[in-house]
């Protein structure tokens, strides 16, 4: 098999080919954090979105849950421990990675190491070992730095599956997760989690060899506690960035009698909702200012309406008028 969780359909005698692959796509607890200010709240969680701080080198920007991402990719201003580096213009069409970390980069991909690699959904690779894929250069840069602040981790539990025991972890920044949490409490019935947090320094689940999917250029992950995949052990990647990246064929199978059905709720709604920086220009409207704008456009439709039944209604009466005032002339 060439993916625990494939990127994108594709025929294979695995039934994970048949039954798990990304759906086309476009929650927060609605608490701030460092690296950006969040809003939002459980109960909408289309609406989890926060507005990234002035040393992410991309202040001002918001990223939103279920954003269309896009626009011009753009430099990172020198706020940034990354100034210069090219980074936005993904879009939620290209979220999906694969098992491999350091995968699904839209542009900037150059050899297998994940150092000095622009960043296209603005945030950051997730440094989930020390040295591993040289994501080294974005360990110990938490705070106010990273976009949407510290490296935090959530278990995932089935709540409303039948059967299903199996645990999975999310693991991204922040408020990445806080948005996520809401979008699968809400649509994949999973159980409530507190936060926690995440230091590849320390022992730590998910480990590299228990995730099997990443997303948002290695910038959000998907962990399985049962999940043993010898391909992604730290001892086996690359020795060096011009070395070859690892066969997708080389996945360890998932195990055998996991909930299929509550595992592709989880894999695309996190493809869906992982929050993206919204393209400059488009704004998330409200409810209210939806609803102010269709009232508007039909009142102003109607008062035409009006304005013409009545100039349609007086040409009679003035043709008829004028005809009259022409006999009596004659």
Known sequence: MSSPVPSR???SASPLYRSLFPRKGGGGHGHGGKGG???GSH????????TLG??????GKSATAYSAGGGKPFVMSSNSPFAGRQAGGGTRG????TWTYGSGYPYGSHGPYVSDRPFPYVFWPIPIEPGYYGSDEYDDRNGTARPGGHIATATIVGNGFPGTTDIYRIIGDQLSVNAVMD???TNCTVKNATLESFDPRVYAYPRPEQIVQWYRASSFGLGLDSYNNTAALPSNMPSSNTSALPSLDSATRLPSGLNMTFLACINTTIAASVPLVDASGKKHLSHNAIFGIVFGVLFGAAAILIVLYQVCKRRPRNRAAADKNGDASA
């Open 9 to 11: 359909p594709a025929s």
């Open 37 to 39: 200010k969040s809003s």
């Open 43 to 50: 109960s909408d969680p289309s609406r989890a979105s926060f």
């Open 54 to 59: 002035t040393d992410t080198g991309a202040s």
């Open 94 to 97: 290209q979220v999906y990675g």
């Open 183 to 185: 979008a699968l409490v």
